[in-house]
Nanobody, 124 residues
Framework: QVQLVESGGGLVQPGGSLRLSCAAS?????MGWFRQAPGNEREFVAT????????SYADSVKGRFTISRDNAKNMVYLQMNSLKAEDTAVYYC????????????????????WGQGTQVTVSS
């Protein structure tokens, strides 16, 4: 069982930036970020394949967020720029147990491992 631990959340003003990190205790393949705001379902944010050559983003974050990974360190990152109040949520890192090829994975059921989440609050 691979453990995922997120870090980097916090309070930031609208228009600001944050970089989330996710440390995996072992190898994972496709990695993703999801988020859940109070009263809402957990929603897809971004995903990156094992090779790092394919990424996919939710329309709401496209152009503002960037997902990346360092396989040598078992790390995945989410750079978040131009943050808005509606980005406020708990952000979760997720990973797949098996190789999923070059196809982006955008649904929760695609993922086997989940972190505990890190709170991001965008407020003035």
């Amino acid at each position: 069982q691979v453990q995922l631990v997120e870090s980097g959340g916090g309070l930031v003003q609208p228009g600001g930036s944050l970089r989330l990190s996710c440390a995996a205790s072992g190898r994972t393949f496709t990695m993703g970020w999801f988020r859940q705001a109070p009263g809402n379902e957990r929603e897809f944010v971004a995903t990156i394949t094992w090779s790092g050559t394919t990424t996919s983003y939710a329309d709401s974050v496209k152009g503002r967020f960037t997902i990346s990974r360092d396989n040598a360190k078992n790390m995945v990152y989410l750079q978040m720029n131009s943050l808005k109040a509606e980005d406020t949520a708990v952000y979760y890192c997720a990973g797949t147990r098996l190789f999923t090829g070059g196809v982006p994975r955008r649904t929760r059921s695609d993922y086997d491992y989940w972190g505990q989440g890190t709170q991001v609050t965008v407020s003035s």
